[in-house]
């Protein structure tokens, strides 16, 4: 055997071993024939004729993106600085290649620049205490503007909300007062219902005959249970007079 058939084999060999391809379970191969594309390429062992087809491969799993922090003025003109994360995945393989050329950085621009408009129309108020809606919001404009990529956005999450020093004092007084106002209400509102108590325990006490009486040597036999307490007694104007009058009665009897 010549030189030259030798080089001819080890050629014709090297050709069919570059012929074979390997697909992962997690990806898909985009096929093209001289240039035009011819169908996808499932996982396992895939033949691509050199120097004719060529094939480009898709990862399927779920992808990341950081979303830059991003300087954004909300809707009452407070300038934030906000980031967020993405998270998506190829719907559709041979859209991602044949539709947009590069899906990633296309995914990513798109994001900042959804983060940016939906922050500024909201108040500084609602960005704060609705993350959650105002992530949802963006993640519904990226998904519906990637569907044509073959892109589908499964959440976004908005990382990091940093406002101003001034405003976050501001923020802190307002707080501050908030829970001082409420506070008030609660104590006010006690006060009433206690008011409220007192006034039933006195109508149920005075409609029934005795019931003041033993409520009285109830108290005092929770007083006396303690030998450190002093109990003073306090006895009606009336319960004096009563006494004063029934002396003097007493007096005159004993003078006829």
């Not at 609602?126 to 404009?141: D, G």
């Amino acid at each position: 055997m010549t030189g030259f058939a030798t080089f001819l084999i080890f050629l014709v060999v090297a050709i069919l071993l570059s012929s074979f391809k390997v697909i992962q379970e997690y990806e898909r191969g985009i096929k093209f024939t001289f240039g035009k594309y011819v169908g996808i390429m499932n996982p396992g062992l895939r033949v691509v004729v050199p120097a004719i087809q060529g094939y480009q491969k898709v990862d399927l799993r779920v992808k990341t993106v950081d979303v830059p922090g991003q300087e954004c003025v909300t809707k009452d003109n407070i300038s934030v600085h906000v980031n967020a994360v993405l998270y998506y995945r190829i719907a559709s393989a041979e859209k991602s290649i044949l539709e947009v050329e590069s899906y990633a950085y296309a995914t990513s621009q798109l994001a900042q620049t959804t983060m940016r408009n939906v922050v500024g129309e909201v108040e500084l108020d609602e960005l704060l205490s609705q993350r959650e809606q105002i992530s949802n919001r963006i993640r519904e404009i990226v998904d519906a503007q990637t569907d044509p990529w073959g892109i589908k956005v499964e959440t976004v999450e908005l990382k990091d909300v940093i406002i101003p020093e001034d405003m976050k004092r501001t923020i802190a007084k307002q707080a501050e007062a908030e829970r001082e106002r409420r506070a008030v209400i609660i104590k006010a509102e006690g006060e009433r219902i206690a008011a409220e108590n007192l006034v039933l325990a006195a109508e149920q006490l005075s409609a029934t005959d005795g019931a003041l009486h033993l409520r009285t040597l109830h108290s005092l036999n929770d007083l006396s249970s303690d030998q450190s307490n002093t109990v003073v007694f306090t006895v009606p104007i009336e319960i004096l007079k009563a006494v004063a009058k029934l002396g003097e009665g007493q007096g005159k009897h004993l003078t006829m």
